[in-house]
């Protein structure tokens, strides 16, 4: 943590500070984000990984399919924990229009 006590922005999948640069380890307060390494930082990750394979905002429906089924097919997580993450997902990102199509697998997503 840097010595600047500014903000910090994400940058790929780390925040790093506005001013020096320097990275961040977890996710600082107040940015809304949650952590990477937390459950719902994961289903938001997937959310992201989604968005630049689709090219579009994923689908509800897409982001269960990688998230709720137990694995290996897939991450095992509770729907209404994925659910809720999605929608804050899509909120803080100002989506608000749905694109989809078929759900990649966890191999495609990096998480198989």
Same mark, same amino acid.
Not at 37 to 59: D, Q, R
Not at 70 to 95: E, S
């Given at each position: 943590? &840097?010595? &600047?006590?500014?903000?910090?922005?994400?940058?790929?999948? @780390? !925040?790093? +500070?506005?001013? &020096?640069?320097?990275? !961040? %380890?977890?996710?600082?307060?107040?940015?809304?984000?949650? =952590?990477?390494?937390?459950? +719902?930082? @994961?289903?938001?990750?997937? &959310?992201?990984?989604?968005?630049?394979?689709?090219?579009? %905002?994923?689908?509800?429906?897409?982001?269960?399919? %990688? +998230?709720?089924?137990?694995?290996?097919?897939?991450?095992?997580? =509770?729907?209404?924990?994925?659910?809720?993450?999605? $929608?804050?997902?899509?909120?803080?990102?100002?989506? =608000?229009? $749905?694109?989809?199509?078929?759900?990649?697998?966890?191999? $495609?997503?990096?998480?198989?």
């Amino acid at each position: 943590m &840097c010595t &600047c006590n500014s903000t910090y922005t994400l940058s790929g999948n @780390t !925040f790093v +500070c506005t001013v &020096c640069g320097t990275p !961040f %380890v977890g996710t600082p307060r107040g940015t809304g984000v949650p =952590n990477p390494t937390t459950k +719902c930082g @994961t289903i938001w990750g997937v &959310c992201t990984k989604l968005y630049t394979l689709t090219g579009g %905002v994923p689908t509800r429906g897409m982001v269960l399919g %990688v +998230c709720t089924p137990p694995a290996p097919k897939g991450l095992g997580l =509770n729907y209404h924990t994925v659910v809720t993450q999605y $929608q804050r997902w899509v909120t803080h990102n100002g989506y =608000n229009t $749905q694109k989809g199509g078929v759900t990649p697998t966890l191999t $495609q997503l990096g998480l198989g």
